[in-house]
């Protein structure tokens, strides 16, 4: 499964052809790869089309690693994550309830946008654009 990730282009692993499937994930790495899945379902062109661009001020924005700032920019401006107290915390862990909510309101953008109801639950919707299980049973 990771290996088909890494194919689709979602991760990058945390060192060459090195990953930590075992790991607890970051803001900053679960934004990015769902911002790369974005991408892949073109729906950051149609957000960007249908939506406006909001004004951010993110204080620990220099915090944020490079390969993660245009991802976390971009879903900070169009008010997919929510900034508290105009902070992102790139390096806290992010729950799996904060990624069921996540991953449920890139998948309302998702069916709004493409008119794609069929999609019931994030999971089968997140396997059937991608392939790849968001976790393990």
């Known amino acids: 499964r990771i290996t088909q990730a890494y194919i689709s282009g979602f991760v990058n692993g945390v060192g ?3 990953f ?3 790991v607890k994930v970051t803001n900053s790495q679960v934004i990015t790869v769902f911002y790369r899945v974005m991408q892949k379902l073109n729906l950051t062109q149609k957000i ?3 939506n406006n661009k ?3 001020i993110m204080s620990d924005l220099n915090g944020i690693p ?3 700032r245009a991802a976390t920019l971009y879903m900070a401006e169009f008010g997919i994550v929510d900034l508290k107290d105009e902070k992102f915390s790139p390096d806290n862990l992010m729950e799996r309830t904060e990624i ?3 991953a449920d309101k890139i998948k309302a953008l998702y069916v709004d946008l493409s008119d794609r109801s069929e ?3 994030y999971e089968t ?3 059937n654009q991608t392939g790849y299980k968001l976790f393990e049973d």
């Open 16 to 18: 060459e052809m090195q």
């Open 20 to 22: 930590a499937p075992e």
């Open 48 to 50: 960007e089309q249908s």
């Open 54 to 56: 909001n004004q951010i």
């Open 66 to 68: 490079e390969w993660a």
């Open 100 to 102: 069921n909510n996540l």
């Open 119 to 121: 999609y019931i639950d």
């Open 125 to 127: 919707w997140f396997f």
